[in-house]
């Protein structure tokens, strides 16, 4: 048996795309299942698209998530280079052997030649195919125009007649009608290769076993097999996933926010709820099982578990699991996490942080709800006096007050400022004035946040927030209400 070969190559288009993540991590987990190995490979022969610093976004998105390539452009291996615009000898030379094989040939056709027959499909309403003007140029007259310059691209030669088969993990057994496809360039006028092209040669040379991709590519896969079988090639395992749609069959955008890694990663998703979850976008374990670390995934990923149905991507099921992530996480950890949005968002001296991380730490589904969770801290919000009464507390203006006051007068007093100093002194308070606590914390509460809903009560809003500043916000609450 070979060795698993498994290749993520994605094309460097300044982020990554969940689809594209997900793809990687399937194309990892495969490899990883079999002890095989993962090779990073970067598209870039549409120099069109290639943006600056991408590959580094593709590193780096790697790196976080844990997905750890065996060979690649940084790290070099036996299948070198690992950047297609750095092997296109390799690819003529393989374009002209094809021509030598009969599964493929020169076309000289102009830019204004094949646009013309591309506004006649249009106006036909037919697909574009090229007409084969080029396929019965003698050999002599191909040698002449080369020997003259003329520039010319390669395209592939398709049998007129018969059929394709091509065999799909995940899709199963798919056959085309050869007239139905196109006689694609491989070979660029630039003397670069088409992607369809490329990655044929690549995934040969480079011993590739299975072929993960997008199923945007499946109806290229017969073009593929003839390539492969023109070359007298072994056809790789063939696995398309199926797509990733939002609720109502939309695409993720990265306009939106929901297609990129980056932008839930800045929001504070964790790489390790992310890969849980897009795990789980077009896979099943045939278990109940919804949380997995990337060993498990590595230890139990089969193909058998992939689905061919679009899979939906839910935003909230992301959040509810991210969130499940952070709680199972201990309070130091989370703390660690926590500390670049408390420094983003509080300055004042007198917080106590690491008892925010205690509040918090149940609280919080993803790090950037944080920052409504602290909002109040530095700046007392405004807040309508009536926030001061809550009915199940059983508040009136009149009883808040008198709350207020009384606490301000024993807190006033206290020197040990802490969560359970705090907490004995208002407990023995509230006996003593023969009210319910509601009546007692809600108003501090209150008066300390000037909000409807904070992390923790009154008791853990004094401790947060210090001795001075909640004595000035009760009087502020007390002001308020005289
Ligand atoms: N470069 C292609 C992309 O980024 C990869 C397709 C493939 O894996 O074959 O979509």
């Not at 299942?33 to 290639?50: C, V």
């Not at 945007?216 to 896969?221: G, I, K, R």
């Amino acid at each position: 048996m070979r060795e698993t070969r498994t290749r993520f190559a994605p094309s460097p288009t300044g982020y990554m795309h969940i689809g594209n993540l997900r793809t990687a991590l399937y194309t990892y987990l495969i490899a990883k299942h079999d002890n095989g190995k993962f090779i990073l490979r970067i598209e870039d022969t549409d120099q069109k698209r290639y943006v600056e610093d991408a590959v580094d976004v593709i590193y780096k998105t790697l790196n976080i998530v844990g997905l750890k390539h065996d060979e690649g452009p940084d790290i070099g291996g036996d299948y070198g280079p690992y950047v297609q615009s750095e092997r296109r000898d390799i690819y003529k030379k393989y374009a002209k052997k094809l021509v030598e094989l009969g599964g493929a040939y020169y076309c000289f056709c102009s830019r204004e030649r094949l646009d013309s027959l591309r506004k006649q499909a249009e106006e036909n309403k037919t697909t574009f195919k090229y007409d084969g003007h080029c396929k019965s140029l003698s050999k002599e007259e191909v040698e002449e125009r080369l020997a003259a310059g003329e520039p010319y691209t390669i395209r592939q030669l398709i049998p007129e007649t018969g059929k394709t088969t091509f065999e799909d993990a995940v899709y199963g057994s798919i056959t085309v009608e050869n007239s139905e496809l196109d006689e694609g360039v491989l070979l660029k006028t630039d003397g670069l290769p088409t992607y369809n092209f490329a990655n044929v040669v690549d995934d040969n040379l480079m011993g590739i076993t299975h072929v993960i991709r997008g199923s945007e590519y499946l109806s290229s896969a017969p073009k593929y097999n003839l390539l492969y079988n023109a070359f007298g090639w072994e056809i790789p395992t063939y696995i398309h996933l199926p797509l990733i749609m939002k609720e109502g069959g939309r695409k993720l955008s990265k306009r939106e926010g929901d297609a990129s890694f980056e932008d839930f990663y800045e929001k504070g998703y964790l790489a390790e709820a992310i890969t849980n979850y897009i795990a789980l976008l077009g896979w099943s374990p045939g278990t109940e099982q919804e949380f997995f670390t990337l060993n498990e995934l590595i230890e139990q990923f089969d193909i058998k578990g992939l689905s061919k149905s679009p899979a939906v991507f839910d935003v909230n099921k992301l959040r509810w699991m991210n969130g499940e992530y952070i709680r199972k996480m201990s309070v130091e950890d989370f703390h660690k996490l926590a500390l670049p949005y408390y420094k983003k968002y509080i300055s004042s001296p007198d917080a106590d942080l690491n008892l925010l991380s205690k509040l918090l730490h149940t609280r919080v589904d993803v790090l950037e709800d944080i920052e409504d969770h602290v909002d109040f801290i530095d700046t007392l919000p405004q807040y309508d006096i009536d926030l001061f009464i809550h009915k199940r507390m059983k508040t009136t203006h009149d009883n808040a007050l008198a709350s207020l006051e009384k606490a301000y007068e024993v807190l006033a007093d206290l020197e040990d400022w802490r969560e359970d100093t705090i907490h004995e002194l208002l407990f023995d308070t509230i006996k003593e004035m023969g009210i319910k606590n509601g009546q007692m914390l809600w108003p501090i509460r209150t008066a300390l946040s000037g909000k409807p809903s904070s992390p923790g009560g009154g008791t853990d809003l004094l401790a947060l927030l210090g001795k001075n500043e909640s004595l000035k916000r009760i009087k502020i609450g007390m002001e308020k209400l005289s």
